[in-house]
């Protein structure tokens, strides 16, 4: 089975970037797709990004359209989630997770393999 292992949360101002990185690892992560969730504190887990399994395709969330970038990279075997201009509702607990099927996916009950996460805090 795939692991999943987060990376690069941290603390930034309000109009900020931040990088995050998930790196995956075992014989079988090359057929997966993998997203990114969020997590805020008294809220549900919600879809952020979807990367295929090529990283060809994409898909995200209508709140982080324009703003976030979702990119996978096989030579390193990670995924990686670009985000500019931050806001504090950015500010959540960040998942990588990972579905077997072969079709992007959005839905959390689609994906069998979770990261611990990483969390980023968005200040104004």
């Known amino acids: 089975q795939v692991q999943l292992v987060e990376s690069g949360g941290g603390w930034v101002q309000t109009g900020g970037s931040l990088n995050l990185s998930c790196a995956a690892s075992?014989?079988?992560?090359?057929?997966?797709?993998l997203a990114w969730f969020r997590q805020a504190p008294g809220s549900q887990r919600e879809f952020v990004a979807s990367?295929?399994?090529?990283?060809?395709?994409?898909a995200y969330a209508d709140s982080v359209k324009g703003r976030f970038t979702a990119t996978r990279d096989g030579k390193k075997n990670t995924l990686a989630l670009e985000m500019n201009n931050l806001n504090p509702g950015d500010s959540a607990v960040y998942y990588c997770?990972?579905?077997?099927?072969?079709?992007?996916?959005?839905?959390?009950?689609?994906?069998?393999?979770w990261g611990q996460g990483t969390q980023v805090t968005v200040s104004s």
């Open positions: 990367v295929g399994r090529t990283g060809e395709r994409s």
């Open positions: 075992g014989r079988t992560s090359p057929t997966y797709n």
């Open positions: 997770a990972a579905t077997r099927s072969p079709v992007l996916q959005t839905a959390e009950s689609k994906f069998v393999v």
